[in-house]
């Protein structure tokens, strides 16, 4: 019976290869989607282990959020600084802002950090900060060493660039000086938005509350739930689609082989038989195309503004789930199979 | 003891709300090495009778005994085993697999019953040289003449050695040239340790014949003086499915057309009133008849031949009508 597949298989190519390629492509997309969804983590967890801290001292009752932290005094630095269990403290701001680049408005996520403290970013190109003006952008930001923007009219040049740095979906960082960001931000004021130690402090001042880095990963990444949720929506509609295509090209060519059917079981073939032919076929299509949508899908992530990082895991839930797939795919032909009446080959 | 036989073989199925019979109480006997002949025309029942001799029907009633062994009886694995190794099946669309070349079309019923593949190879190019088809085993049927295609057909029934090979019409859709090839091929087939049973309409193929089985009887006198029938009210004349050779034409009285359905209720068609003539089609096609006919009240018909209808009435509606041409009983 395998033999008779694998032959009917190469008989029809041309549609078992359409079916391939279509249901490839959805393959690739929920492999993109998984990606997508995982590139939110990656994006918050370099943004913020990438700082280089091991806790985060914030304003008590704050969010929690990397880039929604409720500004606290810079001075609470000194006795963050001073706390027990305390190595080093450096404050830091982080708050998204709108960046004038030529004549365009783009997102941006502002990093102010002390020179030589806590919070440096590791430059790809160029060099760090070193005065007010200067900035370090994500290469997402589109701008190279030299090339200016501004931010609520304080022109920056940029003088070096990092990679993988952004959060909420895609938004380059731009790191600059503490300074020049209480200036952005806070109009000059002396505040910031949380002091990173290394070290974990055992006690601090009321109205401060410290928070591990994994604790403002979670809380930050919570901040992105609807568009996980619906990230993972459209994963699991992309599986359904592919299902449906394995599964009509499958029933489809059931229907064109009824007499074949016919013919199979005069000559002694099983309803079981034909059934494990059937579901050979959907299984080997739905692996190939599993195999097209992970080809795909590696040539495919450029094309969002935002990172996608596939992981490894999805790659082997892809396979299980194109076995599944096509097993169900299968069952939508197998009534059509049992029921064939082999006398029906005498049919002319 | 013969080596084949059919006793009172009946097949009764439903089609659409109406039962059909095309076998009812089919006998006959058949012995090895013989080449039998079932003749017929289309809607005889000669599939029919091949599907049950095949084992892909059960018959309503009758029994049909190969070497000893009720077909009827067997069931499950046994019934599979008669299927594929008791009888080789030529069908008359060919069936070949379209996605296999000739060598794996003989193949394929031996791979379906787990023989090994270089064993089935062996034993296909062994049955396509027989068939005189070796320098073909590579070709797909899309490749092949229909002759050709046969023959890969006749290798692949062959393919266990199966002592009762059925040939349902195996020269349909053949040119001249190529049923005579196909027929030398079963002639040459059927020789002591098997049974060859062909179907078909061409009476020509009884030439070569051993047996004979006319599923459709000629009638032993095609033309005879018209027959005075007197029916009292409710008398039936013919049942559906019943043989007929006459015509009949209302004198008197009238007789009601109708058909049994499937759930035992009647479907009125017509009612024939004197003058007018009905059961035409039956006699001259050589079919069943297709209704029942049932003397409405007291009612004197004329039964003629065919030839003595077309004598007595030579021009359509000359004179008389038939209310039930479109249907033809």
């Given at each position: 019976m395998l033999a008779?597949?694998?032959?009917?298989?190469?008989?029809?190519?041309?549609?078992?290869?359409?079916?391939?390629?279509?249901?490839?492509?959805?393959?690739?997309?929920?492999?993109?989607?998984?990606?997508?969804?995982?590139?939110?983590?990656?994006?918050?967890?370099?943004?913020?282990?990438?700082?280089?801290?091991?806790?985060?001292?914030?304003?008590?009752?704050?969010?929690?959020?990397?880039?929604?932290?409720?500004?606290?005094?810079?001075?609470?630095?000194?006795?963050?600084?001073?706390?027990?269990?305390?190595?080093?403290?450096?404050?830091?701001?982080?708050?998204?802002?709108?960046a004038t680049v030529g004549h365009q408005l783009k997102s941006i996520v502002l990093v102010g950090y002390r020179s030589?403290?806590?919070?440096?970013?590791?430059?790809?190109?160029?060099?760090?900060?070193?005065?007010?003006?200067?900035?370090?952008?994500?290469?997402?930001?589109?701008?190279?060493?030299?090339?200016?923007?501004?931010?609520?009219?304080?022109?920056?040049?940029?003088?070096?660039?990092?990679?993988?740095?952004?959060?909420?979906?895609?938004?380059?960082?731009?790191?600059?000086?503490?300074?020049?960001?209480?200036?952005?931000?806070?109009?000059?004021?002396?505040?910031?938005s949380a002091i990173l130690t290394t070290g974990v402090p055992r006690a601090l001042p009321a109205g401060l509350t410290v928070m591990s880095n994994a604790q403002v990963e979670n809380r930050s990444l919570a901040q992105m739930s609807s568009a996980s949720s619906s990230i993972d929506n459209s994963r699991s509609f992309m599986w359904i689609i592919a299902a449906v295509i394995v599964a009509a090209l499958v029933y489809v060519t059931a229907l064109e082989r009824t007499r074949d059917f016919a013919v199979m079981k005069a000559l002694g073939a099983s309803s079981g038989a034909l059934f494990l032919g059937l579901a050979t076929q959907a299984v080997l299509v739905a692996l190939a195309a599993a195999a097209i949508g992970a080809l795909l899908s590696t040539f495919m992530s450029g094309i969002f503004a935002q990172p996608v990082d596939i992981p490894s895991s999805a790659f082997i839930v892809l396979s299980v789930s194109a076995l599944v797939v096509g097993l169900l795919a299968s069952l939508v032909a197998l009534r059509r199979a049992i029921s064939v009446d082999p006398a029906m080959a005498f049919a002319g | 003891m013969a080596e084949l036989e059919v006793r009172d073989l009946t097949v009764e199925f439903t089609s659409g709300d109406y039962v059909v019979r095309p076998l009812s109480g089919l006998s006959f006997d058949a012995d090895d090495g013989e080449l039998v002949v079932v003749l017929g025309p289309s809607g005889c029942g000669k599939t029919t009778l091949l599907s049950c001799l095949s084992g892909l029907l059960t018959p309503t009633s009758?029994?049909?005994?190969?070497?000893?062994?009720?077909?009827?009886?067997?069931?499950?694995?046994?019934?599979?085993?008669?299927?594929?190794?008791?009888?080789?099946?030529?069908?008359?669309?060919?069936?070949?697999?379209?996605?296999?070349?000739?060598?794996?079309?003989?193949m394929s019923p031996l791979r379906l019953a787990k023989v090994p593949r270089r064993t089935a190879m062996a034993r296909a190019d062994e049955l396509l040289e027989i068939v005189g088809l070796s320098e073909?085993?590579?070709?797909?049927?899309?490749?092949?003449?229909?002759?050709?295609?046969?023959?890969?057909?006749?290798?692949?029934?062959?393919?266990?050695?199966?002592?009762?090979?059925?040939?349902?019409?195996?020269?349909?859709?053949?040119?001249?040239?190529?049923?005579?090839?196909?027929?030398?091929?079963?002639?040459?087939?059927?020789?002591?340790?098997?049974?060859?049973?062909?179907?078909?309409?061409?009476?020509?193929?009884?030439?070569?014949?051993?047996?004979v089985?006319?599923?459709?009887?000629?009638?032993?006198?095609?033309?005879?003086?018209?027959?005075?029938?007197?029916?009292?009210?409710?008398?039936?004349?013919?049942?559906?499915?019943?043989?007929?050779?006459?015509?009949?034409?209302?004198?008197?009285?009238?007789?009601?057309?109708?058909?049994v359905k499937a759930d035992g209720s009647e479907e009125h068609l017509a009612v024939i009133g004197a003058g007018n003539y009905f059961g035409e089609l039956g006699p001259m096609l050589n079919l069943p008849r297709s209704a029942w006919a049932r003397a409405k009240g007291p009612s004197r018909l004329t039964g003629y031949t065919v030839r003595a209808f077309r004598r007595r009435f030579p021009a359509p509606g000359a004179g008389v009508q038939s209310p039930v041409a479109p249907l033809g009983v």
């Open positions: 008779i597949t694998l032959h009917d298989l190469r008989f029809r190519a041309r549609q078992f290869l359409i079916a391939i390629v279509g249901a490839g492509l959805v393959f690739a997309m929920t492999l993109l989607l998984s990606g997508l969804a995982a590139g939110f983590g990656v994006e918050v967890d370099q943004t913020v282990t990438g700082m280089g801290s091991q806790a985060w001292v914030v304003a008590q009752g704050s969010s929690g959020r990397v880039a929604a932290l409720s500004p606290l005094p810079a001075f609470a630095e000194f006795p963050v600084t001073s706390a027990p269990g305390v190595q080093r403290a450096d404050p830091v701001i982080v708050v998204p802002q709108a030589g403290g806590l919070g440096v970013p590791p430059v790809l190109t160029g060099r760090p900060v070193q005065a007010d003006g200067e900035a370090v952008v994500d290469a997402r930001l589109g701008l190279g060493v030299g090339q200016q923007f501004s931010v609520s009219g304080h022109a920056l040049t940029v003088v070096g660039t990092v990679n993988g740095r952004t959060l909420l979906g895609g938004i380059a960082d731009a790191y600059v000086t503490l300074g020049e960001a209480q200036a952005i931000v806070f109009e000059g004021r002396p505040l910031v | 009758g029994s049909i005994s190969f070497r000893g062994v009720d077909v009827g009886s067997l069931s499950g694995p046994a019934l599979g085993d008669y299927r594929r190794y008791t009888v080789g099946v030529v069908f008359q669309a060919f069936n070949l697999i379209r996605s296999l070349s000739a060598r794996g079309n003989v073909r085993a590579g070709h797909k049927p899309a490749e092949m003449s229909g002759g050709q295609q046969q023959r890969v057909a006749i290798a692949r029934a062959l393919a266990h050695d199966p002592p009762l090979i059925v040939a349902d019409e195996p020269t349909a859709h053949l040119d001249y040239i190529q049923v005579e090839g196909v027929l030398r091929l079963l002639r040459s087939l059927s020789s002591p340790g098997r049974l060859v049973l062909v179907s078909t309409h061409d009476d020509r193929i009884t030439n070569i014949a051993d047996r089985i006319e599923l459709a009887p000629q009638f032993a006198v095609a033309d005879r003086d018209p027959e005075e029938v007197a029916l009292a009210a409710g008398q039936i004349l013919f049942k559906q499915g019943d043989r007929g050779d006459l015509v009949y034409l209302v004198e008197e009285g009238e007789i009601e057309i109708f058909q």
